[in-house]
C-alpha cells in the first residue's frame, strides 16, 4: 500500500474540498485520456457516451471515481475501456467532473 498521494488526493480522501489547481489538473488529465472523444463537456466532444456537464446532480463522487477505473467491472458490455488509470489520476479527474 502505497500512501505517497500528493495533497489534493488526500484532501479528497478526508473530505477536505480540494482547490482550483487540484482541478485543473483534473482538466488535463481528462484531456490526456482522451474522454471527450466520447464525452461531451462544455458544448465540446464526441457523443458515443453521455454527456458529463452535470454528472454531480447524477453520481456519488465514489461512482464517479469507480467508473473512471473501470466501469466493466459493474456494467457489463460497457462501451467505456478500462483504461488503466491509476486511482491518483482518478481522483483527480473526479475532481474536475465534480466541478461542471
Ligand atoms: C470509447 C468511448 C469512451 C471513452 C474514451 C470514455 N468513456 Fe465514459 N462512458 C462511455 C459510455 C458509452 C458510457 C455510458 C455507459 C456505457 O454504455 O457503458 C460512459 C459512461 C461514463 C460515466 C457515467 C455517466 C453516466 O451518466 O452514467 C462517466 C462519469 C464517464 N463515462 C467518465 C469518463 C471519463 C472521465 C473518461 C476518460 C478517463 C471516459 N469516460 C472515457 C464511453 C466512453
Redesign the pocket.
Known amino acids: 500500500m502505497a500512501f505517497n498521494l500528493s495533497h489534493g488526493v488526500w484532501c479528497w480522501l478526508i473530505g477536505v474540498p480540494t482547490g482550483k489547481k487540484d482541478v485543473k489538473l483534473g482538466k488535463n ?2 484531456k490526456k ?7 461531451v463537456v462544455n458544448m465540446l466532444g ?1 457523443e ?5 456537464d452535470n ?1 454531480k446532480s ?2 456519488k463522487p465514489q ?2 471515481f469507480k ?2 477505473k473501470d ?2 467491472a459493474f ?1 457489463k ?5 478500462n ?1 488503466d ?1 491509476s486511482d491518483e489520476v ?1 481522483v483527480y ?2 475532481l ?2 465534480l466541478s461542471l
Open positions: 488529465y481528462f485520456y482522451s474522454c471527450n472523444s466520447c464525452h464526441g458515443s457516451g453521455p454527456q458529463l454528472i447524477k453520481m461512482e464517479i467508473v473512471i466501469l466493466s456494467k458490455d460497457s462501451k467505456m475501456p483504461m488509470i482518478a479527474i473526479t474536475f467532473l
